[in-house]
């Protein structure tokens, strides 16, 4: 295929739209038609759907044995045309591309998920590698100067590349898979390596083992992440706008959307939210296409993709409700065509067009509850986010459980709650407290307050920041952000405070200070795990629900086991290490963070088994005091009167305090104002974007 351009006709083939519905065949030939359409993915996730562990190593012979065919036929012949070759070309990709997928999913934890025999999965995956060996030596024999299979390779590693630049594991994942590629054999050296990359990973491992459930914060990478066992996908604007500057082709994809709304050209501005809305939409298809075989394997269960809310209308039930309701209409309409190729040949599946979407519901309003209940006694999950307190996560999980009971008394079966707890926020907002108190205190003992000031943002590298600011107060919240300042042990910190003091007596303080506070969303997450999933508390709970509800200890089960607590905006390996627990608990993760997890798991002397449920461990007494004299952490860490009351009323004992931070009050709550202005101005800036998108595509479409 000398005359053509391999590498360039593999990187930009897109698969073929689905025909619906599914044509009536067998099994196998279900497989090679939604393969050679280019619907790999679907067609190797089929099968973890379809044979519930059966006759998997038959099936994929037989599936091979089409294939085969297919690639055989395809052999070029030089005399024919351009199109023709490019056709064979495409044809060869696909089905390079299916196996490889398969081989995946079977040395990924889809495979442990779907039931299969180790001995039917290991048979199955050595059938592919003889293939794909076999494939690559015919293509060598025709002399190819570059053969489909190294295109097919590249391809795969420039999607795992994408996944935050190159910074994120999935990016790294792809460089060691890089590094154990054979010349000779592209195709199947990259599943091999790709194999050993998977399971020797520790979050493949602390799956394997039960230890916890992960979640991503990020929207690329997401198949290699479900391979690992990853189950959940987070996303809000700053994640949906960052998705489409790590993949602009996006915006290609959603200027076809923009020539189907003809209302949007004549006056851009009136329909921004909607637009946004389709916007975020187009992101998000893919996420729920990664996942769905999980959902369904799992009841709906696992699987789960969040879809932040217009945070413009959080403060709004119906507006929230609004919002909520016409994407999900849309995701089941999405879903419909490739639940109905997912599924085929199978007896009747309830649950098939149910979205697997949950909606993060932004705690930054008391409204929150109101919208949590509402949405799950329609079966709709919820993830509460902007959550930093116990109080907040306390009563949005009983809200929860209230619609839950609620659609359960109706016969409609719950999906999948979260109670996110925003622990690495909570933390930068309390050290920026405390820097700002002390850089305060710093600057009363010194006469030139601005020499010390213009030195510390030079060393933060906050000097263009400082010139913006025109109080003190400014320029201190300034230099004390998170942004410029990760560490209150950063040394031009502490060269500032420790202004007519003794420097080792500061150096000591802020470390203390630092490390307490890097423990103090663990300390929240251990908290509200133990109120509600602890053994002794969750019957307390098992019971509250059947007596308050009248539901059947099944029932009462059911509600139980769909609420996992989510600790998010990790900072550092211990926040996700130190709250792992086998039940009720899915740390969600940005791509950097995980790699941060990896490489501490390789450091000497590392043993997974030392952090067995650790969420169940008991914070330092005396580390807890310490923290309890913050503010806002005593805000973060107790319950409001009403809360402690009705906790004792379900039977839970314990000294819970009464300073927590109240609901008329989670508005104003320092880290809460800090992530609403932060979602809220994403929001606007991605709007603004996508309406900038579609003014462009009205001028070319008038043109």
């Known amino acids: 295929m000398n005359s053509i351009d391999v590498a360039s006709i593999v990187r930009n083939s897109r698969a073929e739209p689905l025909r619906y519905p599914p044509a009536n065949h067998g099994q196998c030939e279900h497989v090679v038609e939604m393969a050679l359409l280019g619907q790999t993915q679907l067609a190797a996730d089929y099968l973890l759907i379809a ?55 079977l040395c990924g934890m889809e495979s442990r998920r779907a039931g299969f025999p180790e001995k039917e999965s290991i048979q199955a995956f050595d059938y592919i590698i003889h293939a794909l060996n076999q494939w690559e030596s015919l293509e060598k024999q025709e002399a190819a100067q570059t053969t489909i299979a190294q295109a097919v390779v590249d391809r795969f590693l420039l999607e795992m590349g994408k996944v935050m630049r190159g910074e994120g594991m999935v990016a790294k994942i792809a460089q060691e898979i890089k590094g154990g590629l054979v010349e000779s054999s592209f195709a199947s050296s990259f599943v091999m390596a790709a194999k050993k990359a998977i399971q020797s990973n520790v979050y493949y491992q602390m799956t394997a083992k039960g230890m916890c459930k992960f979640g991503n914060d990020y929207a690329l990478g997401l198949r290699w992440l479900r391979h690992l066992g990853f189950v959940q996908v987070s996303t809000n604007p700053v994640l949906a706008a960052a998705a489409y500057n790590d993949c602009p082709e996006l915006w290609d994809e959603f200027r076809k959307v923009a020539v189907e709304h003809h209302e949007w050209f004549n006056d851009p501005e009136r329909y921004g939210d909607e637009i946004a809305m389709q916007a975020t939409m187009l992101a998000l298809w893919p996420n729920l296409e990664v996942f769905r075989p999980i959902a369904l394997l799992s009841d709906f269960h696992d699987g789960m993709v969040s879809y932040q809310l217009n945070p ?104 999948q709650v979260y109670e996110t707890n925003m622990g690495g926020r909570l933390e930068s907002h309390l050290r920026e407290v405390e820097a700002e108190k002390h850089l305060l205190e710093a600057l009363s003992t010194v006469e030139n307050k601005e020499e010390l000031l213009v030195k510390l943002a030079e060393r933060l590298g906050a000097a263009a920041e400082l010139e913006k600011q025109s109080s003190w107060e400014g320029k201190v919240k300034a230099l004390s952000s998170y942004r410029y300042l990760k560490k209150l042990t950063h040394p031009a910190f502490v060269e500032a405070v420790a202004s007519g003091k003794k420097r080792e007596t500061v150096v000591s303080f802020l470390t203390r200070l630092e490390d307490d506070i890097g423990l103090a969303g663990t300390i929240v997450a251990h908290r509200v795990y133990w109120l509600f999933f602890s053994p002794e508390n969750r019957l307390r709970w098992l019971t509250y629900l059947r007596k308050e509800f009248g539901l059947s200890r099944a029932q009462a089960e059911e509600v139980m086991d769909m609420i996992d607590v989510l600790p998010a905006s990790k900072r550092k390996p211990a926040d996700t290490l130190l709250t792992l627990a086998e039940k009720n608990m899915t740390n969600t993760e940005f791509p950097n963070h995980q790699w941060a997890v990896v490489q501490a798991s390789r450091q000497p002397g590392f043993n997974l088994n030392d952090y067995s449920n650790a969420i169940a461990r008991e914070p330092d007494t005396e580390v807890l005091q310490r923290l309890l004299e913050l503010d806002d952490f005593r805000k973060a860490y107790e319950l409001t009167p009403e809360l402690a009351k009705f906790i004792k009323g379900v039977g839970i004992k314990g000294d819970f305090g009464t300073g927590g931070l109240r609901t008329e009050d989670w508005p ?36």
């Open 51 to 105: 044979l519930e562990g059966r006759n998997l190593a038959k099936t994929v012979g037989n599936i091979l044995r089409r294939l085969n065919l297919e690639f055989i036929s395809g052999r070029p012949q030089s005399e024919e045309e351009v199109e023709k070759q490019t056709e064979k070309v495409l044809i060869r990709q696909r089905a390079y591309e299916v196996l490889m997928e398969m081989a995946i999913n």
């Open 668 to 703: 104003h709550f320092g880290p809460v104002v800090k992530t609403m202005n932060e979602f809220g101005n994403a929001y606007e800036t991605f709007k603004r974007t996508a309406i900038d998108v579609v003014k462009k595509a009205s001028g070319v479409k008038q043109s």
């Open 312 to 415: 413009n209308v959080a403060a709004s039930l119906a507006g929230s409700i609004e919002d909520a309701l016409k994407i999900y209409a849309s995701a089941d309409k999405f879903l419909k065509i490739r639940d109905a190729y997912l599924t085929w040949g199978l007896p009747a599946v309830a649950q098939v067009g149910r979205p697997n979407l949950v909606f993060k519901v932004a705690a930054g309003y008391p409204a929150a509850v109101a919208i949590t209940a509402a949405l799950t006694s329609m079966g709709i999950g919820t993830n509460n986010t902007v959550t930093y307190t116990v109080a907040q996560e306390t009563e949005l999980i009983i809200a929860a459980m209230k619609g839950m009971a609620e659609a359960l008394k109706r016969g409609i079966r719950p999906t």
